[in-house]
């Protein structure tokens, strides 16, 4: 799966929102750190969290067992399935947020925002 990723900082940081129609297009068209945004692979049984740390980044994480969210993320297009979910609401699971750690793509082609730890909703979930 080809998966396009964008900071949930960078969103705070040029006014942007989760539910901006335009949101990666804004992010292809801005000059962004490769940290912030930009594009990897993830191999087959490799979760998302996993794919982003053997290319080389450190996204957010704590419990790596679908306990704690600080490995959450919102799918923006295509789908991740999250076999283990210990922690989030099903509101946040209809509204496309899952958890990066032990969530696998299911589709060719995903684009997600990470570090959605500091989304306010998140915050008050943590432990
Ligand atoms: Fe704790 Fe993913 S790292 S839920």
């Not at 740390?53 to 067992?65: D, K, S, V, Y």
Request: proline residues 5%; charged residues 25%; glycine residues 6%.
């Amino acid at each position: 799966s080809r998966v396009e990723y964008l900071n949930y900082e960078v969103l705070d940081d040029y006014g942007w929102s989760l539910s901006d129609e335009d949101l990666f297009e804004k992010a292809a068209t801005t000059q962004l750190d490769v940290v912030d945004y930009g594009r990897f692979l993830v191999r087959p049984h490799e979760s998302l969290l996993e794919a982003a740390e053997n290319r080389g980044f450190a996204w957010p994480f704590a419990c790596r067992g679908g306990a704690c969210a600080n490995c959450a993320v919102a799918v923006i297009t295509g789908e991740l399935a999250m076999p283990v979910n210990h922690i989030l609401p099903s509101e946040m699971s209809d509204r496309g947020i899952r958890l990066s750690c032990n969530g696998m793509p299911m589709t060719e082609t995903m684009q997600v925002v990470y570090n959605l730890k500091h989304l306010p909703e998140l915050d008050d979930l943590q432990l």
